[in-house]
């Protein structure tokens, strides 16, 4: 009997045990947001303190009561993507803004855009494999090549040697997009820039930055009044360039999706959110690589030892612009792509594009143990744990030869289920662009380490001015 009653007590306790470790939501310890850390864009901090107060899980109540679940460990990352538990219908904060203009303008766009719920983009998607796949790579290819080499020809003739990176490499994403979309050039790299290219640009920052502070104040004044002018500039110069293509006789991406029966309005709505979408982030990407090439000079020799071995490029300005074939051996060179690709991870790892990815759970999950509901917004605190040294041993050196699996949940710089819509076009500008770069300068930084800023994608606290020498072969 005594012995039943034993049996019978460690059977409760194991049971009540089992209750009593799966917590409720309402257990996960919690911070009240405050809206003036948002407001000095450095969430980043603020997460970091609250991670090191509270611990890896935490739940944020924002203003409207809504509660979000931010995650700062690897395996409650995959937690919360397990089985693809996340709601394909969000419809993103940053986005309401630009929704409400389009809908206020029904006539010039054919949907509100790039959400999940409301996506223009999703049909494009197969249009932009396309492009990645078929005969059109190959021109594309060159073009990048050739624009890369108009801006180092811009860059040397400007004989300065400390040069504001980001904002020479936006002129050139700038063109990149023009050729992509509409097969021509936007004379942005010109002389370093015409008037409309930089409106245009300066167009698309700010109406990123009015993204990002919509996620948290909607209501703010004279916000909308700013994104209206901005996006009618946007639509005005983008509808000249679509119908100019559609007249002109050359193969473009414009023409194809012309051909195949998408509206003047269709279009327009999928290339504004194209070069939304695409500009600031592989600028910055870039910008942040270089940055760390040219703190590790050692890293930059093994890659631009890499190069050599494949391609010499002419470095003769006279003969500069004057490509051939041979010269685009890189794109294809398994060596060179590998230690790109290496290089890439490790700018990702350091400098995360954002803060992290936001998913709302479809189902209930069990999380870091805790049940979380569905319907839970959920944010993966990336750009944190990219520099953990739990994670990554010596985090803040820039080590190409970590071995990280690209594709594990703790970079997704390109999302994650719901992924960019043309990230083979992101990496193959990034390619050419270092490529070139590293090819035809010995880039230093001699000034302070430089943090990051969050904005709709992290920027530098301070402009990066890296030192560009021309090599010698
Ligand atoms: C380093 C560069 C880039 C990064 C880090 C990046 C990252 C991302 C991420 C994280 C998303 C959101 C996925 C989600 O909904 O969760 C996204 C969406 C998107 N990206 Fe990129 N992207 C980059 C470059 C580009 C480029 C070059 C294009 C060119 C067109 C592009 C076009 C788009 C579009 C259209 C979407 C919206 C997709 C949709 O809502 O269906 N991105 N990108």
Same mark, same amino acid.
């Given at each position: 009997?005594?012995?039943?009653?034993?049996? =019978?007590?460690?059977?409760?306790?194991?049971?009540?045990?089992?209750?009593?470790?799966?917590?409720?939501?309402?257990? &996960?310890?919690?911070?009240?947001?405050?809206?003036?850390?948002?407001?000095?864009?450095?969430?980043?901090?603020?997460?970091?303190?609250?991670?090191?107060?509270?611990?890896?899980?935490?739940? %944020?109540?924002?203003?409207?009561?809504?509660?979000?679940?931010?995650?700062?460990?690897?395996?409650?990352?995959?937690?919360?993507?397990?089985? @693809?538990?996340?709601?394909?219908?969000?419809?993103?904060?940053?986005?309401?803004?630009?929704?409400?203009?389009?809908?206020?303008?029904?006539?010039?766009?054919?949907?509100?855009?790039?959400?999940?719920?409301?996506?223009?983009?999703?049909?494009?998607?197969?249009?932009?494999?396309?492009?990645?796949?078929?005969?059109?790579?190959?021109?594309?290819?060159?073009?990048?090549?050739?624009?890369?080499?108009?801006?180092?020809?811009?860059?040397?003739?400007?004989?300065?040697? *400390?040069? *504001?990176?980001?904002?020479? =490499?936006?002129?050139?994403?700038?063109?990149?997009?023009?050729?992509? +979309?509409?097969?021509?050039?936007?004379?942005?790299?010109?002389?370093?820039?015409?008037?409309?290219?930089?409106? +245009?640009?300066?167009?698309?920052? %700010?109406?990123?930055?009015?993204?990002?502070?919509?996620?948290?104040? &909607?209501?703010?004044?004279?916000?909308?009044?700013?994104?209206?002018?901005?996006?009618?500039?946007?639509?005005?110069?983008?509808?000249?360039?679509?119908?100019?293509?559609?007249?002109?006789?050359?193969?473009?991406?414009?023409?194809?999706?012309?051909?195949?029966?998408?509206?003047?309005?269709?279009?327009?709505?999928?290339?504004?959110?194209?070069?939304? %979408?695409?500009?600031?982030?592989?600028?910055?990407?870039?910008?942040?690589?270089?940055?760390?090439?040219?703190?590790?000079?050692?890293?930059?020799?093994?890659?631009?030892?890499?190069? @050599?071995?494949?391609?010499?490029?002419?470095?003769?300005?006279?003969?500069?612009?004057?490509?051939?074939?041979? *010269?685009?051996?890189?794109?294809?060179?398994?060596?060179?792509? *590998?230690?790109?690709?290496?290089?890439?991870?490790?700018?990702?790892?350091?400098?995360?594009?954002?803060?992290?990815?936001?998913?709302?759970?479809?189902?209930?999950?069990?999380?870091?143990?805790?049940?979380?509901?569905?319907?839970?917004?959920?944010?993966?605190?990336?750009? =944190?744990?990219?520099?953990?040294?739990?994670?990554?041993?010596?985090?803040?050196?820039?080590?190409?030869?970590?071995?990280?699996?690209?594709?594990?949940?703790?970079?997704?710089?390109?999302?994650?289920?719901?992924?960019?819509?043309?990230?083979? =076009?992101?990496?193959?500008?990034?390619?050419?662009?270092?490529? @070139?770069?590293?090819?035809?300068?010995?880039?230093?930084?001699?000034?302070?380490?430089?943090?990051?800023?969050?904005?709709?994608?992290?920027?530098?606290?301070?402009?990066?001015?890296?030192?560009?020498?021309?090599?010698?072969?």
């Amino acid at each position: 009997m005594g012995v039943h009653k034993i049996y =019978l007590k460690n059977v409760e306790m194991s049971w009540k045990r089992y209750f009593t470790a799966v917590k409720t939501f309402q257990d &996960v310890p919690s911070f009240t947001a405050a809206t003036e850390v948002y407001n000095t864009c450095r969430m980043h901090e603020a997460y970091a303190s609250w991670h090191k107060e509270k611990g890896t899980l935490i739940r %944020e109540r924002n203003k409207h009561g809504n509660d979000c679940l931010h995650v700062f460990r690897i395996q409650d990352f995959n937690k919360a993507y397990e089985g @693809r538990s996340f709601n394909k219908d969000l419809s993103k904060g940053s986005r309401q803004m630009i929704q409400k203009y389009r809908m206020n303008n029904p006539t010039k766009f054919f949907s509100l855009g790039n959400s999940n719920r409301y996506n223009s983009s999703l049909e494009l998607r197969d249009f932009v494999e396309f492009c990645h796949f078929g005969p059109e790579r190959r021109m594309l290819d060159y073009q990048l090549d050739f624009n890369m080499r108009k801006l180092i020809l811009c860059i040397l003739n400007t004989k300065n040697s *400390d040069v *504001d990176i980001f904002h020479c =490499l936006l002129l050139l994403i700038y063109e990149n997009m023009g050729h992509f +979309m509409f097969n021509t050039s936007l004379e942005s790299l010109s002389a370093l820039g015409n008037k409309e290219a930089f409106n +245009m640009i300066l167009a698309l920052l %700010e109406t990123s930055d009015i993204m990002y502070r919509s996620v948290y104040n &909607v209501l703010r004044t004279g916000d909308y009044d700013l994104l209206k002018k901005n996006q009618d500039f946007l639509y005005s110069i983008i509808r000249r360039y679509v119908i100019q293509t559609t007249n002109s006789p050359k193969q473009s991406l414009t023409k194809l999706l012309q051909n195949l029966d998408m509206s003047t309005e269709q279009i327009i709505t999928s290339f504004i959110d194209f070069f939304q %979408e695409s500009i600031e982030p592989v600028s910055l990407t870039l910008t942040w690589a270089l940055y760390h090439l040219a703190r590790y000079p050692e890293i930059q020799e093994e890659f631009r030892r890499k190069i @050599r071995k494949t391609v010499s490029f002419p470095i003769h300005k006279s003969c500069f612009l004057k490509g051939g074939d041979k *010269d685009l051996l890189y794109f294809h060179n398994g060596e060179i792509v *590998d230690y790109f690709n290496k290089i890439l991870v490790e700018t990702f790892r350091l400098n995360y594009p954002t803060i992290g990815l936001k998913k709302v759970l479809s189902t209930s999950q069990n999380i870091g143990g805790y049940l979380i509901p569905a319907n839970t917004l959920v944010t993966t605190q990336n750009q =944190l744990v990219g520099r953990m040294a739990e994670y990554f041993p010596d985090p803040l050196k820039f080590d190409p030869e970590r071995d990280i699996n690209y594709h594990t949940l703790i970079l997704m710089p390109f999302g994650f289920g719901q992924t960019c819509a043309a990230s083979w =076009l992101a990496k193959r500008q990034m390619l050419a662009a270092l490529v @070139r770069m590293i090819s035809s300068f010995e880039i230093s930084y001699h000034y302070n380490e430089i943090g990051s800023i969050n904005k709709l994608y992290n920027h530098p606290e301070q402009i990066i001015y890296l030192t560009l020498k021309e090599t010698q072969i």
